[in-house]
T-cell receptor, first 116, second 108 residues
Framework: GAVVSQHPSWVICKSGTSVKIECRSL??????MFWYRQFPKQSLMLMAT?????????EQGVEKDKFLINHASLTLSTLTVTSAHPEDSSFYIC????????????FGPGTRLTVT | GQQLNQSPQSMFIQEGEDVSMNCTSS?????WLWYKQDPGEGPVLLIA?????ELTSNGRLTAQFGITRKDSFLNISASIPSDVGIYFC????????FGSGTQLTVLP
């Protein structure tokens, strides 16, 4: 159990366009989901925490108007990168915390975004 | 602010050797998690530690949560080629904080 999927696994888009990334918990309900970005050879940096049915909490320095997060159900959270720029190119990873669990997070396989 | 140090940054070992890596923090945490990340994939949870002093094993992996709740180590015994990857420590309070990672390379 505890499988998290992401779609798409990779995407290439042009500057100025928007890209939506989906994160789904497949076999459990997740009241809380997290979005991270990871640059090559670096650790994961938390971007935002989303709770089902409420607004996401963004980490300092992350633009909420640029990275739109929606957590519409207990199994789905989406991250939309709006007006993408080349510097937004990165590896985006989501994770989900199982409902009732205080700690353990399960990660999706990641989405490689390349903005040209 | 909170500081989290993970070491070593990278390791090159021969297949069959044991490996040890650790994390130390300037803050106290209630839980400590260890993850492994393969290239181009998301991290996979290896071991979760909940009690100070707790020693937990998962196959060839052994991890311990320090008595002070500010540190943890992960040991891998008899390394094999598929152990290659980046290992992250993840002390957790309200949310996970990731260490900088230990890149492990296993030489045949």
């Amino acid at each position: 159990g505890a499988v998290v999927s992401q779609h798409p696994s990779w995407v290439i888009c042009k500057s100025g366009t928007s890209v939506k990334i989906e994160c789904r918990s497949l076999d459990f309900q997740a009241t809380t989901m997290f979005w991270y970005r990871q640059f090559p050879k670096q650790s994961l940096m938390l971007m935002a925490t989303s709770n089902e049915g409420s607004k996401a909490t963004y980490e300092q320095g992350v633009e909420k108007d640029k990275f739109l997060i929606n957590h519409a159900s207990l199994t789905l959270s989406t991250l939309t990168v709006t007006s993408a720029h080349p510097e937004d190119s990165s590896f985006y990873i989501c994770s989900a915390r199982r409902q009732g669990s205080y700690v353990e997070q399960y990660f999706g396989p990641g989405t490689r975004l390349t903005v040209t | 602010g909170q500081q989290l140090n993970q070491s070593p940054q990278s390791m090159f070992i021969q297949e069959g050797e044991d490996v040890s890596m650790n994390c130390t923090s300037s803050s106290i945490f209630n839980t400590w998690l260890w993850y492994k990340q393969d290239p181009g994939e998301g991290p996979v949870l290896l071991i979760a530690l909940y009690k100070a002093g707790e020693l937990t094993s998962n196959g060839r992996l052994t991890a311990q949560f320090g008595i002070t709740r500010k540190d943890s180590f992960l040991n891998i015994s008899a390394s094999i080629p598929s152990d290659v990857g980046i290992y992250f420590c993840g002390p957790s309070a309200r949310q996970l904080t990731f260490g900088s990672g230990t890149q492990l390379t296993v030489l045949p």
